[in-house]
């Protein structure tokens, strides 16, 4: 292999590929990147065996020549060092040359440097993917759904199924579930699939904000191949594969009330703010824990109280108020991840009685809904 | 005590006051920030012992009514949630009360906050200082001379009197020294001080940063006292006393080299980002080390290498070179330190051979040194 390519186009793959890395992988030849080039361009490969990324670059795009291939061929470099010289080489244009046991020689300016390579033979091949189940998302809506849902997954490695978000695809709906057993967020928006359907497919909650990094903001469309034990995400010249979680997603459907007996219409910014400073004081005291409560006068209340610190009370005016008084304890630190997700300017929170579970709705989104078990206190 | 106070003024005066808060105290009361009120206005005050911080905010600025008094008084409130909560409270005004037993009540809009208070007469008395040996500098100086110095100290603490800065002030020169024994800071800038004069008062590296983080950027004149045991700064309404370290400062003066064998004047940026690509190579080694070598160009060379990546070689073009080829090998991540902050956009590095003290110095500022011991390694 020797090629010459211009330094911020690499640079830019080289940083989508490099969030495959793990830091921890006890394969040694995973702590590398592989460059294959052709007389088409060169593809960048990074893998921890559950997130593989690939990204082309093409010898030209828009006339513009990037890669110029003298001798085509590959070789696997350490992540870590790749990753932060390339960014640093004085010049715009860069020489690479893979010479006797995969030394490679990068020159750019009169800078001149030799990373030892590994064999590139002894990396492992990407699965080959069937593309018959694709569907098309916008970008934008796909990382929404992303952001909606995944704070709400589990970080206890014991229920490794958790650590996931849900998908199901069918009858015009996509829909997205997380949920630790405490709380729980679920977001959906309508997809025109045609044939494509398919149910209960489970990817780790890490990897998609991982892949919502790689997304552009700007208009990109996302194709999403979902195959026997993996997804694939194709976001312009990069190809995201990450596996499917194995183990059966519990059934969220039975817990979610649809009948309210207290329910309230709220300013989403106020609400954010009074239980913000609720929670400064709940945190002291480790429980994070947070009341609620209906007033005579139509207003509610928000409190928390530290037998060390002292007590907040916040008076808090409601848009819509209906149903009976009301008394509630709950987790302010998982309403507080609710409310920072939440864009619409009100919101609705239904409640059963104060041991069953609180459902908040964002007024102007009917498709996503997030709900928070209440503390069994006394009071 | 009873009052009024606009929000932004507590909290600018209690970011201040915050900054001597330490997270490791064994003295409860010092995890509070202490208030007194007279009809003068509000005394804020916090200490770690070795560092007191004093703001005070008047009744009225600027014709502007800032505090309203209603009952003079004091009170000492837990700081860590005093910091956060003020900055959140939804209205600009605020209202104080000390009730029964210091139980402190803040309202704020229809926020409502009961925080547990501690005796005032527990905290510790700041100690009066005498005010005869004053000096006065603009505050952006002073700072300068910070930054400039306080990355040579030492950060073990088996030899404290290593963590501090060496001041010295005489014949109309005020001069700051840093060591940790492997590599060297001092600035110096002329001062008239009249009868004032003072010789090797050693102050803590980190807190001349924190004193560093509360002078404002634009022009603030920093009056600075020197007592027997201790310095105060005064910056605006903010007094910041700080003890002096106890011990005796080596004396550096000896191992400065003034006469050179090999001279060199370079650009810093080159040198600096040359240097950093080294780093990255060295730092895989945990040594950190890169060689330089004159070549017979009248070029240097900059180079690092480690077993397990591969090498980087630089070939540097110098302004200036004088004297006898060199090789000689350095710690990367020391010279990256100095050469953060050398303003001067070409440097002066005079060596006196490869076994012996660098001395690097900026090409427009005559009253900066810096210094590093080489590695003695073989080549």
Redesign the interface.
């Known amino acids: 292999m020797k090629i010459r390519i211009l330094k911020n186009e690499l640079n830019e793959s080289i940083q989508h590929v490099s969030k495959a890395i793990s830091s921890r992988t006890t394969i040694p030849i995973l702590t590398g990147i592989k460059l294959d080039v052709n007389f088409q361009g060169m593809t960048l490969t990074a893998s921890d065996t559950d997130v593989s990324i690939q990204a082309f670059i093409p010898v030209e795009d828009n006339n513009k020549q990037i890669v110029k291939v003298e001798r085509a061929g590959s070789v696997v470099l ?1 992540a870590k ?1 790749f990753v ?2 390339i960014k ?3 010049s715009q244009e860069i020489e690479m040359e893979v010479q006797e046991g995969f ?2 020689l990068i020159r750019s300016g ?7 390579g590994l064999d590139p033979e002894e990396y492992p091949i990407l699965p080959a993917i069937e593309e018959d189940q694709m569907i098309s998302m916008p970008g934008d809506l796909l990382k929404n759904m992303i952001k909606g849902t995944t704070f709400s997954i589990s970080s206890n490695e014991t229920s490794p199924i958790l650590t996931g978000v849900l998908w199901n695809l069918s009858e015009g709906q996509f829909k997205f579930v997380a949920t630790d057993r405490h709380r729980l967020a679920s977001r959906a928006i309508a997809l025109q699939s045609e044939d494509v359907r398919f149910s209960n497919i489970v990817i780790s909650g890490k990897t998609l904000n991982e892949l919502s990094k790689i997304i552009p903001d700007q208009n990109t469309v996302v194709d999403i191949v979902v195959a026997d034990n993996q997804v694939l995400f194709k976001i312009d010249r990069v190809l995201f594969y990450s596996r499917i979680l194995d183990g059966t997603y519990p059934d969220t459907s039975k817990i979610i009330p649809t009948t309210f007996k207290t329910e309230l219409v709220l300013d989403t910014k106020q609400l954010s ?2 239980i ?2 609720a929670y ?2 709940s945190r ?1 005291e480790k429980t994070n824990i947070v009341r609620l409560q209906t007033l005579e006068d139509g207003s509610i209340e928000i409190s928390s109280s530290s037998s ?9 005016a409601v848009s819509q108020f209906s149903g009976d008084p009301l008394k509630i304890s709950f987790n302010s630190r998982y309403m507080l991840d609710i409310l920072k997700v939440v864009e619409s300017e009100q919101l609705h929170i239904g409640f059963t009685g104060a041991m069953s579970p609180i459902i908040i709705k964002p007024m102007d989104d009917s498709q996503s809904l997030y709900l928070i078990l209440p503390y069994r206190t006394s009071n």
Chains 1, 2 share one sequence.
Not at 110 to 116: P, Q, Y
């Open positions: 350490p060092f932060e010289i640093k080489l004085p030394q490679t009169s800078t001149e440097i030799v990373i030892v703010e009074s913000d400073r400064l004081l002291e060390e610190l002292g007590k907040v009370t916040e008076q808090l």
